[in-house]
């Protein structure tokens, strides 16, 4: 182990090129002159676990759920009003 130290700008960039420039850890790590595992265990510190994810996919969920369903209510009012106009015209003589 050669206890060399990075700065975190220097770990930060070296992530974003894995996680958001989608390279490969052999890839950078060669390039950078960083172990591979050095950069797998500054990679995973920053991905979320799988439980933040599922809780995170689990929050959008409901939000979806809400919002639809509040369009949904929208649309029933909608509907219903639209149903007694069509009963007052259809009741008005011609």
């Given at each position: 182990m050669s206890g060399?130290?990075?700065?975190?700008e220097f770990k930060d960039?070296?992530?974003?090129?894995?996680?958001?420039?989608?390279?490969?850890?052999?890839?950078?790590?060669?390039?950078?002159?960083?172990?591979?595992?050095?950069?797998?265990?500054?990679?995973?510190?920053?991905?979320?676990?799988?439980?933040?994810?599922?809780?995170?996919?689990?929050?959008?969920?409901?939000?979806?759920?809400?919002?639809?369903?509040?369009?949904?209510?929208?649309?029933?009012?909608?509907?219903?009003?639209?149903?007694?106009?069509?009963?007052?015209?259809?009741?008005?003589?011609?």
């Open positions: 060399q130290r990075y700065t975190p960039e070296a992530v974003k090129q894995v996680i958001d420039r989608g390279y490969t850890i052999a890839e950078v790590s060669e390039r950078l002159g960083v172990s591979s595992h050095s950069l797998y265990k500054w990679v995973n510190a920053v991905k979320p676990t799988e439980t933040e994810q599922q809780k995170n996919e689990l929050l959008e969920a409901k939000s979806e759920i809400l919002k639809l369903r509040s369009q949904l209510r929208r649309t029933e009012e909608e509907r219903d009003i639209l149903k007694k106009a069509a009963r007052y015209f259809a009741s008005q003589p011609e």
